[in-house]
């Protein structure tokens, strides 16, 4: 009977331990399922130095939203780049997501004049301009944001997102009351789910070497912090 007994107890505790822990991993995933992981793709501005002020406007109104690459050329067509390397890497990057079937590409054009105001055509500028295709824009997500990147006018919208976390096992974990709060500290092991099929069109993880070395960890493992509340496990104090 006290054999019988000892089992029955290591079962109960076995069972309270991996209930907790599922408690544990529901906790977590409703944190880190807001946090995909996506591209920081960049983006040059409509500079247009010396240009035609109307035209300029309407050639920013027409590419709000879309990626631009600006280069200037003068009136001998030199180009006056002065990161070229640069210029080359966010061509390769944007021309990837274009053959991914995520943006369309098109060009525009604007004269330059005088520096004094003349109105005799110098150079001009070059805009290559990168424009979300529906597709493109169904890898937007919205994602947590602090309050110093809030601060900062970051509202959390992200493209080209591309795959988000799940809690895959909870590694340990320890417990203990902290000013009146019931705390517990939990490692755990994740993995990249819905990852997205466009991420495997040709050229795209040669031009954004981040995506494998994100799926590719060896340790995806992390820490958090999580409090008890009447209504269960949570992330937030």
Do not use: C
């Given at each position: 009977m006290k054999k019988i007994l000892v089992s029955l107890t290591a079962v109960s505790i076995g069972l309270v331990a991996c209930g907790k822990e599922s408690d544990f991993k529901k906790a977590i995933n409703e944190k880190i399922s807001k946090a995909p992981v996506c591209l920081n793709v960049s983006s040059d501005s409509i500079d247009g130095s010396y240009t035609n002020d109307d035209d300029l406007k309407k050639l920013k109104a027409k590419t709000a939203g879309a990626y631009v690459i600006?280069?200037?050329?003068?009136?001998?067509?030199?180009?006056?780049?002065?990161?070229?390397?640069?210029?080359?890497?966010?061509?390769?990057?944007?021309?990837?997501?274009?053959?991914?079937?995520?943006?369309?590409?098109?060009?525009?054009?604007?004269?330059?004049?005088?520096?004094?105001?003349?109105?005799?055509?110098?150079?001009?500028?070059?805009?290559?301009?990168?424009?979300?295709?529906?597709?493109?824009?169904?890898?937007?997500?919205?994602?947590?944001?602090?309050?110093?990147?809030?601060?900062?006018?970051?509202?959390?919208?992200?493209?080209?997102c591309y795959a988000h976390p799940m809690v895959e096992q909870i590694e340990n974990y320890t417990e203990a009351d902290n000013s009146g709060y019931h705390m517990a500290e939990v490692k755990y092991s994740y993995k990249y789910v819905d990852v997205a099929d466009w991420i495997n069109k040709a050229g795209?993880?040669?031009?954004?070497?981040?995506?494998?070395?994100?799926?590719?960890?060896?340790?995806k493992t992390s820490k958090t912090t999580l409090v008890k509340t009447n209504n269960g496990w949570s992330t937030d104090l």
């Open positions: 600006s280069q200037h050329y003068d009136e001998n067509g030199k180009n006056s780049d002065y990161s070229p390397e640069q210029t080359k890497n966010k061509f390769v990057q944007l021309d990837s997501l274009t053959g991914a079937g995520l943006l369309t590409k098109s060009t525009e054009s604007l004269v330059t004049y005088s520096v004094w105001g003349e109105k005799k055509a110098n150079g001009f500028y070059k805009y290559t301009i990168y424009t979300l295709t529906d597709a493109g824009k169904a890898t937007a997500a919205k994602v947590e944001t602090n309050s110093m990147s809030a601060m900062f006018g970051d509202t959390g919208q992200r493209i080209f795209v993880k040669e031009a954004f070497p981040v995506i494998a070395k994100t799926l590719d960890d060896t340790d």
